[in-house]
């Protein structure tokens, strides 16, 4: 009997620990010293929440029948659109088609994603990046290349009335470096980029 009530007594006390007083610890930490970042790094504009700067999302014109599950997606030409993502950046899907690169059926997508982007910016299908056409890994990158964000200036641009230079200047502010100046490669939050727009009308 000493020996259970000694297991039990262990047991409660490791889940005050580990259960109530390390967790309330790490929140504490968090929030004092990494608050926007403990809070989902959520963006605001006007005071609401129009998404993450950690998971990407679609950015499409509403569907002009919206009872019909058939309907494909129509981009909105007014925002930059981000990479393709074969969850749909939907948190709950998050993953790859697992397609390898020698694969009928992804090489005829790309094909195709190529073309439709290629018609959407106006810009040649050789001048389309990787990116535009190739989802990654999680289905949920936030993320797209300056060269991608530099071809759809111009169409941004057009559909919002607004001057090519001041959206140019947007996309270089929002240009993130290489971490710690030489890891990875140059990148812009197309989530936060889209936010930004409203400030240029």
Same mark, same amino acid.
Request: overall charge negative; proline content about 8%.
């Given at each position: ?6 297991? $039990? ?9 580990? !259960? ?71 948190? $709950?899907?998050? !993953? ?42 999680? !289905? ?5 290349? /300056? ?16 001057? /090519? ?37």
């Amino acid at each position: 009997m000493r020996t259970h009530l000694a297991a $039990l007594r262990m047991l409660l006390v490791l889940t005050v620990i580990t !259960g109530v007083l390390y967790p309330l610890l790490v929140t504490g930490v968090a929030q004092a010293a990494f608050r926007h970042q403990a809070d989902g790094s959520l963006i605001e504009h006007d005071g609401h929440v129009v998404g993450s700067s950690l998971i990407g999302q679609t950015f499409d014109l509403p569907k002009k029948h919206p009872d019909d599950p058939n309907e494909a997606p129509r981009p909105d030409p007014r925002y930059f659109q981000p990479r393709p993502s074969a969850g749909g950046y939907d948190p $709950l899907a998050s !993953g790859a088609s697992n397609l390898g690169p020698n694969d009928p059926g992804l090489v005829t997508t790309i094909k195709e994603r190529r073309a439709a982007i290629a018609a959407f910016d106006g810009v040649d299908p050789k001048d389309v990046p990787a990116d535009a056409v190739t989802a990654s890994g999680s !289905g949920l990158d936030p993320d797209i290349s /300056p060269a991608y964000a530099a071809e759809q200036v111009d169409r941004v641009a057009r559909a919002r009335g607004l001057d /090519p230079a001041a959206v140019r200047r947007l996309v270089e502010h929002t240009t993130h470096g290489r971490a710690l100046g030489f890891l990875g490669e140059r990148y812009v939050n197309v989530v936060r980029l889209n936010a930004d727009l409203a400030g240029l009308g």
